[in-house]
C-alpha cells in the first residue's frame, strides 16, 4: 500500500460510469467500528491535527446526506422496512456523499475521512440475513478506500462504554431482529454478531486493526502513527505533483 | 423520493436506488403476498423501466440488474411499444408540461424539454427494444386503436393463465401494483 501512488483509486465494482473519473489526489480514509466503539471521538481529534499537518480535511458520515438523512430517520420510525429497502437507502445515502462529497473532496486533494463506508452495509446486512454477494453489488459504485482502521473492541469492553455513554438504543441493540424483549441481552447477541463479521472483513479487506479499549489518548496516538505511516508512503510522489494536498481548506 | 425530485438533487445513481427502494417496498408488501395466496398481479411497470430508463441515465447494466435481483422474474411481461411521436403527442395533449425528469431534463442533453424527451427517450425505447430479446418479453403495438389492443392482451393473458383456478382466494384473484 505504501508504494502506491495515492491518486491511482479503483472503483469496488462497476463504479460511476457516467462520471469521469479524474485524478484524485486526495486520500480516502475510512474509519470502522460497531456501535458506541468511539469512531466519532477519534475523528473529531484527528481533523485539527491533520489540518495542523498542513492538510485539508473533509469528513463524511453514514446516513448523513442531506437527500437522506430525513428519510432514512422517518423510515426507521415507521417500521417498514426490510433488510432490502434498508440496504438500498443506505446505499442511495452513501451514492449520494460519494458523488457530492467524496469525490470532489478527493479531486481537490483533499482527505476524507469517512465515518463508516460500505463495510458496515456488509457487517450488517450479513448479520440481518440479506445476500452478502448482493449487497456487495449494490455498492459496486463506491471507491476503494486507501486506508480502513478498523476499531476493534469485544463486546464485554463495549457494553459499559455504551451505557455509560448515550445508553442502549432499540436499531444498536438489534432490537428489530427480535433475539428476544430484553434490550440487554439483544444488545449483546446482537453486538457480537456484528464484531464477529467485522473482524471477518477486517481479514478479507486488509483493514488496519487497532485496539479500541484503549484510552482515548492511546487510541488517537495509534490512529494517528497508522495514518502517518500511509501519508508518508503514499506522499513522496502526490505531495510534490500536487500542492493541494497541502493547501488548507 | 419526492424530495430528492423536486430539488433535482438526484444523480443517476441516487435516481435509480430511490426507485429500487419503492419497488423493493411494493414486492414485499403488494407483489408477495398476493402471489402467495394464489392470486393474480398486475404490475403497471416492473424491473426493466428501471434497466432501460436507468441506464439511458448511464448507470452501469449489470450494476441496476444487480440492484434488482431480489425481484421475481414475471411470468408474463407485455411491452407497450409507441414511437416516439406519439408518445410525446399523448403526453402533450394530457397535460401542459412533460415532467422534468420523464423529459431526461437532469441528463442535459438539451435545454428545450421536447427536444430533451425527443433524445432520452429515443434511447430508452432503444434499450427497450433490446430487452425485448433478452428477457422474452412481448411486443404489443400500443398506436394500435385500445380494443385492439386489449383483444390481443387478453388472449396473452389467457395463454399464461392455462388452467389457472378462478376459485382460489374467494373470487378476488386480482391486486395492482403501481409505482409510487
New interface residues.
Partial sequence: MASRHSHDKTWY??????VTKKRLPGHLIAIEGTDGVGRSAQIDLLRPWLELEGYAVSNTGWTRS???S??INEAKAGH?L?V??FS??Y??DF??RL??EILPALQAGFIVIADRYMYTAFARNSVMGA?PD?TR??F??ALVPDLVLYLDIDVESLIPRVIMGKGMDYWESGMHLALGTDLFDSFERYQSRLIDEYRRLSSEFGFISVDARLPIEDLQGEIRKHIAEYLSGSNGKSRDNNGASGTKE | MQRGKKKNLLTPTTFSLLHAVDFADRLTYQILPPLKAGMIVLADRYVYTAFARDVARGVHPDWVRSVYSPALRPDLTLYFRVPIDISLERLLSGRAKLKYHEAGMDVGLSADPVESFRMFQSRVLEIYDQLTTEFGMRPIDASAEIPDQQKVVRKMVQEILGDYDLKRANGKNGVTSQPR
Fill in positions: 465494482g462497476h463504479g460511476l460510469p457516467y442531506p437527500l437522506l430525513e428519510t417498514q426490510t432490502t429497502t438500498l437507502l446505499a442511495a451514492a449520494d458523488e457530492h445476500d448482493w453489488e449494490v459496486g459504485m
